[in-house]
């Protein structure tokens, strides 16, 4: 909870997440949520810095915009993940590492202060992807859609699992 006193910018920030695994056999069923809150002690200008903000966007947060599309002093998130763990290490059996089909949906909203979260406002998005547990860490390959104007290909390399 960061508190800048004695600069142009006076505010508190409070943050919750929340992720619950359910699995059963080659099936996950992921729950993912975080809400964030920003309260202005001192209003300057109304805004907080830039790095304090919070953002929706990119891979897993809805995968429909592009990563650090939405930011805002306040945030509402939740999805749902589907992951299904392919048998004999994928479609390549000879590969012999773990790999994944999957799929989520995904709801949120960022807004700022002086207004208040309104569900009618939520954002709404889904992916599919294809991943694997490699050596290098995790692969992913995911196709995010919002709406017809918002799409988006990732391509990942790192710890999403």
């Known amino acids: 909870m960061p508190r800048h006193g004695g600069s142009d910018y ?7 997440f929340i992720q619950k695994p359910v ?11 975080k809400f964030a809150k920003t309260n202005i002690i001192t209003p300057i200008d109304g805004s907080v ?14 995968s429909g915009y592009q990563q650090y599309t939405l930011a805002g002093n306040n945030v509402a998130f939740a999805n ?19 790999m994944y089909a ?21 954002k709404y998005s889904a992916s599919v992807y294809a991943a694997a547990d490699t050596p290098l860490g995790a692969f992913y390959f995911t196709y995010g859609y919002a709406d017809k104007k ?12």
């Open 23 to 33: 699995s059963y056999d080659n099936n996950t069923l992921i729950f993912n949520a």
């Open 10 to 16: 006076d505010y508190e920030q409070v943050s919750a």
């Open 102 to 122: 999957g799929a989520t949906m995904e709801a949120g909203n960022i807004w700022d202060d002086g207004k208040s979260f309104q569900a009618s406002k939520n």
């Open 80 to 98: 749902l993940m589907y992951r299904y763990c392919l048998k004999n290490g994928g479609f390549f059996g000879s590969l012999g590492i773990p």
């Open 150 to 161: 918002h799409d988006g290909l990732y391509l990942y390399l790192g710890e999403k699992f």
């Open 49 to 62: 810095t830039v790095y304090d903000k919070f953002f929706l966007g990119g891979m897993f947060n809805l």
